[in-house]
Structures are given as structure tokens and as C-alpha cells.
């Protein structure tokens, strides 16, 4: 089960990369054929704003990667349980406010990792 918890823990910091990548780097390349329904005029005057979104999905992801290489078992839960829960109330913020597909690709996998997590650690 460990390996599982693992390998979504590693998923979801791998999906906060691409978003850190996304919003810091190609915000205004491939934004416009992302999200189609968004102003395509809109994109550079909020590529600071996208950019700065973009460092946010970047520090979750290290605070991920971050609690694979803390070596006391305890801590490495709790440190996992943080940032896994700052990702699945960002997911739910973002479904409640922008897209529900956030939810489902931010939200769920953080929290089926979570839940697993507590699962696991609360026996």
C-alpha cells in the first residue's frame, strides 16, 4: 500500500510541475488552446498573474517531493498530509470557482493519496 501512496504522492507533485511549467512558461503559447473559452487577448496582460499561480503549484509540489527524503516515518506522514490537503482544497476552491474539472484533476488524486495515507497511518 506504501508503494501506491507513493506513487500518487509522485503524481501529484508530477501534475503541480507541469502546472508550475504551464503558468510560469507557456501561460501565453499554449494557453489560448487550453482553455478556448477564456479571451485569447486576455492571456498576456495575465501572464504575471498566471506566473505567480504558477510558483504557488510549484512550492505544493516541492513540499511533496520534499516528504520523500524525510527519514522519520512520522513526520514524513505529516508533512504529506499537509501538502496533500493543500492540494485537495485548492482542487475544491477551483471547482467551486472556475471549472469542476479542477476538482477531478487536482482535487481527487490528492485526496484518494490522502485518504489512503490516513488509512494506512491511523491502523
Known amino acids: 500500500m506504501e508503494i501506491v501512496i507513493n506513487i500518487l504522492i509522485g503524481l501529484v507533485a508530477l501534475l503541480h510541475l507541469y502546472f508550475l511549467w ?5 501561460w501565453t503559447s499554449r494557453g489560448p488552446k487550453i482553455f ?8 498576456e496582460p495575465t501572464k504575471t498573474l ?3 499561480q504558477g510558483l504557488y503549484n510549484g512550492f505544493l509540489a516541492a513540499g511533496l517531493i520534499w516528504s520523500f ?5 512520522e513526520w514524513q506522514t505529516y508533512v504529506s498530509v499537509f501538502f496533500l490537503s493543500c492540494v485537495f ?6 471547482a467551486l470557482t472556475a471549472h469542476i474539472k479542477i476538482f477531478f484533476v487536482q482535487g481527487f488524486p490528492a485526496l484518494l493519496a490522502l ?9
Request: aromatic content about 16%; cysteine-free.
Open 22 to 26: 504551464f503558468e510560469m512558461f507557456a
Open 36 to 43: 478556448r473559452q477564456f479571451p485569447a487577448e486576455l492571456f
Open 50 to 52: 498566471a506566473a505567480n
Open 69 to 73: 527524503f524525510i527519514s522519520d516515518p
Open 89 to 94: 482544497i485548492a482542487g475544491v476552491f477551483g
Open 115 to 123: 485518504l489512503l495515507l490516513l488509512l494506512i497511518h491511523l491502523q
